[in-house]
């Protein structure tokens, strides 16, 4: 990855970006105000980060934590950025949160026709544990719930030997 990118926290000013990107990959997006009420919750119970060239939003990911349990809430990339390792590089962050915050374990869900995604999650050690049939409107693809637990329980900041 060029020097010039840079994983860095979301902020406000990122939301209307954020959500245009987001128009363009999916086909039920985020609202501007989705955006805006994830991130109220940071740092309390949610954690957003970009990753930024310059001041260019190249994608953006977020996780909801509890005490216990953390769910990837969505990660996307520029479509001209993607297969280049920004996706994991921002899985990478959200995981490293969720040890801080010494969750046990991670879930989330991805569209089932979604395999590249599906791949990147596999590579970081998750495994689909359930399916949500009919789960992604507007056409009503399932979604594959996958969990990832660290190979054993570390301290916080180690992210087990899973990754």
């Known amino acids: 990855m060029p020097a010039a990118e840079q994983i860095a926290p979301m902020r406000w000013w990122h939301i209307g970006v954020a ?23 940071v740092p309390d119970t949610r954690h957003y980060v970009v990753a930024l060239d310059g001041e260019q939003v190249l994608g953006y990911a977020g996780l909801f934590a ?26 990478t962050e959200l995981l490293q949160e ?41 056409d009503g693809t399932d979604a594959l719930v996958l969990r990832r637990r660290p190979a054993w329980p570390g301290p916080p900041g180690s992210l087990g030997s899973s990754s």
Do not use: C, K
């Open 66 to 91: 509890t005490r216990h349990e953390a769910d990837v809430q969505t990660l996307a990339v520029a479509a001209d950025r993607q297969r280049g390792g920004l996706g994991g590089r921002l899985l």
């Open 98 to 138: 969720a040890d801080r915050r010494g969750v046990r374990e991670v879930l989330l869900e991805v569209r089932a026709d979604n395999v590249a995604a599906q791949r990147v999650y596999e590579r970081f050690g998750f495994e689909r544990i359930a399916v949500r049939r009919g789960y992604y409107p507007p």
């Open 19 to 41: 959500a245009a990107l987001e128009r363009t990959l999916f086909v039920d997006p985020w609202s501007v105000e989705a955006f805006w009420s994830e991130l109220a919750g």
